[in-house]
């Protein structure tokens, strides 16, 4: 099965302009999440959706993060206006529906701010 | 507050040689914990995963990783490391049942002496 697809895989913005990053799951996976990976650490959960709705965001900076997932497929997450701080992967993931199933990881966008 | 602490921060071994992670994770109720690997540039990939029962789990490319409730620990080992298992490893721990959220160690990243 074709794995998860992230688009770009790489961008260097300055600060204060926007960006945006796309991912297409896998076939079928309910659930999509989006990741922010700063360099020399774990993974951290910026949104979670299911299907198109959202099942947790309370870890994305609202102010100037958003993303969608229209009709519950592709998914684009934004950034505006971006800071410095901002700089580092963004990993999309998706699994099946169902209990603790397994995620399964794009490659990433790696973001550099200048 | 749920986290899972990997102390290492980087391990060198050599090739043919044992490998042990360690991982210890803060969490209330009954923990579902996963081990991924991640080459650079690259997303991550799921090793293994505990959710109950037997507590010595077996996954891919020939790891294991058993689970001490009384300890805390979720500890990787392989019993024999080949160079390609170079890469940073990340233990992580599922914090609902019901929306499958990560929350991620800090990573432990692993140099394979020839």
């Known amino acids: 099965e074709a794995g998860v697809a992230q688009s770009p895989r790489y961008k260097i913005i300055e600060k204060r302009q926007s960006v945006a990053f796309w991912c297409n799951p896998i076939?079928?996976?309910?659930?999509l999440y989006w990741y922010q990976q700063i360099l020399g650490q774990g993974p951290k959960l910026l949104i979670q959706?299911?299907?198109?709705?959202?099942?947790?965001d309370s870890q994305l900076p609202k102010d100037r993060f958003s993303a969608e997932r229209l009709k519950g497929v592709d998914s684009t997450l934004k950034i505006q206006p971006a800071k410095l701080e901002d700089s580092a992967v963004y990993l999309c993931?998706?699994?099946?529906?169902?209990?603790?199933?397994?995620?399964?990881f794009g490659d990433g966008t790696r973001l550099s701010i200048l | 507050a749920q986290s899972v602490t990997q102390p290492d921060i980087h391990i060198t071994v050599s090739e043919g040689a044992s490998l042990e992670l360690r991982c210890n994770y803060s969490?209330?109720?009954?923990?579902?914990l996963f081990w991924y690997v991640q080459s650079p540039g690259q997303g991550l990939q799921l090793l293994l995963k505990?959710?109950?029962?037997?507590?010595l789990v077996q996954g891919i490319k020939g790891f294991e990783a058993e689970f001490k409730r009384s300890q805390s620990s979720f500890n990787l080992r392989k019993p024999s490391v080949h160079w390609s298992d170079a890469a940073e490893y990340f233990c992580?721990?599922?914090?609902?049942?019901?929306?499958?959220?990560?929350?991620f160690g800090q990573g432990t990243t692993l140099q394979v002496k020839p």
């Open positions: 505990y959710f109950s029962g037997d507590t």
């Open positions: 959706f299911q299907n198109n709705g959202v099942v947790d």
């Open positions: 076939s079928g996976h309910a659930t």
């Open positions: 992580a721990v599922g914090v609902s049942s019901n929306t499958g959220k990560l929350i």
């Open positions: 993931a998706s699994s099946a529906r169902g209990f603790n199933q397994p995620q399964h």
């Open positions: 969490y209330g109720a009954t923990p579902y």
